[in-house]
């Protein structure tokens, strides 16, 4: 783990519409966080086990990823550490292995992230298609402050 690293992961899967909002944010962030050293952007996409030197490397880890909350299309979440419900590490699924089985193995070789903060986006459609649905578009703003906001609490001014 490096000293002060923080990992931004984006996951989901692009070609289901709302599911790949944490690879769009991601992609967007570039530009605004490329002069920042110890923040690194990840396109985790739906990558399994690949995800497991990125999570091992932080100390501070961020995830972005479209959540089903039950709440309303385009609702924002945020969750941190301890506050992060089972069933949404559960659902952030990647393949043949959840994300929850990789956090695991993270935490069983001593590799664990001292804080994980999960934000994401309710979303109102996972059909086939490469753009957002319009209630998370309306709100993909308020997305991308939240992920700032928290990187502003983590010392990360853009």
């Not at 979440?77 to 990647?94: A, G, H, V």
Request: proline residues 4%; aromatic residues 6%.
């Amino acid at each position: 783990m490096s000293q002060n690293k923080i990992v931004i992961l984006g996951i989901g899967n692009i070609l289901l519409s709302d599911e790949g909002i944490g690879v769009k944010v991601v992609k967007d962030l570039e530009k605004r966080l490329k002069s920042i050293e110890n923040v690194e952007l990840v396109d985790g996409g739906v990558g399994g086990f690949s995800l497991l030197p990125f999570i091992e490397s932080a100390e501070k880890l961020l995830v972005i990823d479209a959540i089903s909350g039950n709440s309303p299309p385009g609702t924002i979440y945020k969750f941190k550490n301890e506050e992060i419900p089972s069933q949404t590490i559960e659902k952030i699924s990647l393949h043949e292995i959840s994300f929850s089985d990789i956090l695991t193995l993270a935490k069983l070789r001593g590799k664990y992230p001292k804080e994980i903060v999960i934000i994401g986006i309710e979303p109102e459609s996972l059909e086939m298609g490469i753009e957002l649905s319009e209630l998370v578009k309306a709100n993909y703003e308020k997305l991308i402050e939240e992920v700032l906001k928290q990187l502003e609490e983590w010392g990360i001014k853009p």
